[in-house]
């Protein structure tokens, strides 16, 4: 007799959007902005900065130090600026891998310390607020 194939083993997908691993997110990408480009993400990905710091930051009214950083309008338009990023992942490796492994601890024991009052937080605000989609 032949063998019954296998049932495949489902995927479980979350239907909701938790604000806290969103934030966590960002503070991941936020450590790897500043070991590769030297500048925070927001900073990074609105284009303040650059090597002579004539563009993005006087337009918005946000003051900076020019020449502090790589934006990604300096990226992909800068044929030396892919070099520097380079050099800077070579040079700030540990650091970036330390604040990652340090910045996963910390979610966890969040999450674990805080996980009776978010539950009622989000039983009590976020879902009559935001809906069922949204949780922290």
Do not use: C, W
Request: glycine fraction near 14%; avoid cysteine; proline fraction near 1%.
């Amino acid at each position: 007799m032949a063998r019954r194939a296998a049932k495949k083993k489902r995927t479980y997908r979350r239907k909701s959007f938790i604000l806290t691993n969103f934030i966590f997110s960002l503070a991941y990408a936020n450590v790897l902005s500043v070991g590769l480009f030297g500048t925070n993400i927001a900073k990074f990905l609105l284009g303040f900065g650059g090597k002579n710091g004539t563009y993005g930051g006087a337009a918005f009214g946000i003051g900076h130090v020019a020449g502090r950083g790589i934006g990604i309008r300096e990226l992909l338009t800068d044929g030396e600026a892919i070099g520097q990023v380079i050099d800077n992942a070579q040079n700030n490796l540990m650091d970036m891998a330390i604040k990652s492994i340090m910045l996963g601890v910390t979610h966890k024991i969040f999450r674990a310390a805080l996980r009776k009052p978010l539950r009622e937080v989000n039983a009590n605000l976020v879902k009559p607020l935001l809906g069922a989609g949204v949780r922290l």
